[in-house]
T-cell receptor, first 115, second 115 residues
Framework: AQKVTQAQTEISVVEKEDVTLDCVYE???????LFWYKQPPSGELVFLIR??????QNEISGRYSWNFQKSTSSFNFTITASQVVDSAVYFC????????????FGTGTSLTVIP | GAVVSQHPSRVICKSGTSVKIECRSL??????MFWYRQFPKKSLMLMAT?????????EQGVEKDKFLINHASLTLSTLTVTSAHPEDSSFYIC???????????FGQGTRLTVV
């Protein structure tokens, strides 16, 4: 079974629009971590955020914000006032304490911001 | 955050030769490192988990004899693609796990092209 689901394969928005990338996860572990990574065309994974299962506080970092809801097993990512430089593939990932903290990645959402 | 250095970033090799990819944790000790493979426009798939001083644990479907993993020290893991073939062409990424926090950091990735 897929542990991390990113239902949106590709999204296109016009610059300055807000966009939300969805992530739904599945785990039986009580201790786990959720992550978002950005992968620009160059290929490297850029760390955006890490959230542990005991901290449901939403977080805002500049134009980025994350909404963590355990009740719906979701960890959504919103980019406000999108810019062309935001164009990339975004991966949501889950790491469980009882499986040695290996990462389970979603299939990624390819975001294109049109100028 | 912690730094993981992966080398080389790009390599082109002839079919039938072997290629070694290095993954180093520069400012922390990593008892566990992970190797991932990413096909074009696909998610990252875990290939194997390597623990310092012991044999790597391979995911189902990954050929142990083709993808040799060595984790000889707390800061270095290597992946050797033996007798490479064009179908081995891919993007390979390593990650190193910080022992106490469980947080993992990713290398820059290696784009392997077998001609």
């Amino acid at each position: 079974a897929q542990k991390v689901t990113q239902a949106q394969t590709e999204i296109s928005v016009v610059e300055k629009e807000d966009v939300t990338l969805d992530c739904v996860y599945e785990t039986r572990d009580t201790t786990y971590y959720l992550f978002w990574y950005k992968q620009p065309p160059s290929g490297e994974l850029v760390f955006l955020i890490r959230r542990n299962s005991f901290d449901e506080q939403n977080e805002i970092s500049g134009r980025y914000s994350w909404n963590f809801q355990k009740s719906t097993s979701s960890f959504n990512f919103t980019i406000t006032a999108s810019q062309v430089v935001d164009s990339a593939v975004y991966f949501c990932a889950l790491s469980e304490a009882n499986t040695g903290n290996q990462f389970y990645f979603g299939t990624g959402t390819s975001l294109t911001v049109i100028p | 955050g912690a730094v993981v250095s992966q080398h080389p970033s790009r390599v082109i090799c002839k079919s039938g030769t072997s290629v070694k990819i290095e993954c180093r944790s520069l400012d922390f000790q990593a008892t566990t490192m992970f190797w991932y493979r990413q096909f074009p426009k696909k998610s990252l798939m875990l290939m194997a988990t390597s623990n310092e001083g012991s044999k790597a644990t391979y995911e189902q479907g990954v050929e142990k004899d083709k993808f040799l993993i060595n984790h000889a020290s707390l800061t270095l893991s290597t992946l050797t693609v033996t007798s490479a073939h064009p179908e081995d062409s891919s993007f390979y990424i390593c990650s190193a796990r910080v022992s106490f926090t469980g947080e993992a950091f990713f290398g820059q990735g290696t784009r392997l092209t077998v001609v």
